[in-house]
């Protein structure tokens, strides 16, 4: 069971790190105009990954 945790705890630390730079990208936007252009491209990128298309 000890292997198991531990990979849980890499997938944890890895969704916190990911958190954190994204934070980082969002504190660089110049101006409200640049920071939702940001929040958008990170809600695709994120969205993108479960999009299915059925035809």
């Known amino acids: 069971m000890t292997p198991i945790f531990k990979y849980l705890q890499k997938i944890i ?3 916190k790190q990911n ?11 110049v101006d409200l105009y640049d920071l939702e252009r940001r929040q958008k491209e ?3 990128k994120n969205t993108s990954n479960f999009n299915i298309r059925l035809r």
């Open 19 to 29: 958190l954190s730079l994204d934070e980082q990208y969002l504190a660089k936007s």
């Open 42 to 44: 990170l809600d695709n």
């Open 13 to 15: 630390d890895t969704k």
